[in-house]
């Protein structure tokens, strides 16, 4: 019996032994592979990369390796630091080099017609007709008004004031009218035959008013230019209107 142990244990640490010695040949063969190769360090990904991740989240997927120069593209980095303020343009998978080529601006990924959200907002929709966003003239990346009215309630009369100045449009969807044919050959612009959705960037205050007022209210936005000045909210109302 004790044998037949000291048999098993002798197979088990030739085994280890084996594999350690197996091991350490392979990761020589690496360096013997480099040796008397010009190498430089660059960060290669290790784990996959999702479009769109940005450069500063990537510590955990990518590793500084050194790589024989002639095989090295231009554009490669050895620092994440390199990349800072970018976002991946597509998936990177394991085993690519990190390449400034495939990282991009986060504006760069935004939809055509749309703008980034700044930071601290978030982006509410309100549908509304032509009429109630100047003749659907309103864009992503303009600063309109928004003004609320409020049916009579109660002891309160009808009333309008304005809510809010200079807010952010970050998208506009709802396709015009087809020009109309004017006078001339020229073709005059035509307003939308529908509804537009309007997306806007506003704080929590203001999304929960936008929100209330269209379930019980009606909206309308005004295009501001850069230098309107911002007003004070007031109100006119059916019973003291304001001259």
Do not use: C, H
């Not at 500063?56 to 500084?64: F, G, I, N, Y």
């Not at 087809?178 to 929590?204: D, E, F, H, K, Y």
């Not at 911002?230 to 006119?236: A, D, Q, T």
């Amino acid at each position: 019996m004790k044998i037949r142990i000291f048999s098993a244990l002798a197979a088990l640490i030739l085994a280890v032994t084996g594999a350690v010695m197996i091991l350490g040949y392979v990761n020589g063969a690496d360096q013997r592979a480099l040796a008397g190769t010009k190498t430089r360090g660059v960060l290669v990904v290790t784990k996959q990369i999702a479009a769109g991740t940005p450069s500063a989240t990537m510590a955990d997927s990518v590793t500084l390796k050194a790589v024989p120069i002639s095989v090295i593209p231009s554009g490669t980095v050895d620092t994440l630091s390199a990349l800072s303020g970018s976002v991946a343009a597509v998936d990177l998978v394991p085993g690519e080099q990190l390449l400034r080529s495939r990282m991009v601006k986060p504006s760069s990924l935004l939809q055509a017609g749309t703008v980034a959200v700044p930071k601290g907002l978030q982006e509410l929709t309100v549908q509304l007709g032509p009429d109630r966003v100047v003749g659907g003239r309103v864009k992503a990346g303009d600063r309109v008004g928004i003004y609320v009215s409020y049916p009579k309630d109660g002891q309160r009369s009808s009333r309008t004031s304005l809510a809010y100045d200079q807010i952010l449009v970050t998208n506009v969807q709802g396709a015009p009218a087809a020009p109309v044919a004017a006078a001339g050959g020229s073709a005059a612009p035509a307003a939308p035959t529908g509804a537009l959705l309007v997306t806007l960037a506003v704080q929590s205050a203001q999304a929960t008013r936008a929100v209330f007022t269209a379930e019980f209210g009606s909206l309308w936005i005004t295009l501001e230019s850069s230098d309107v000045p911002v007003g004070v909210p007031r109100e006119m109302d059916l019973d003291t209107p304001i001259p």
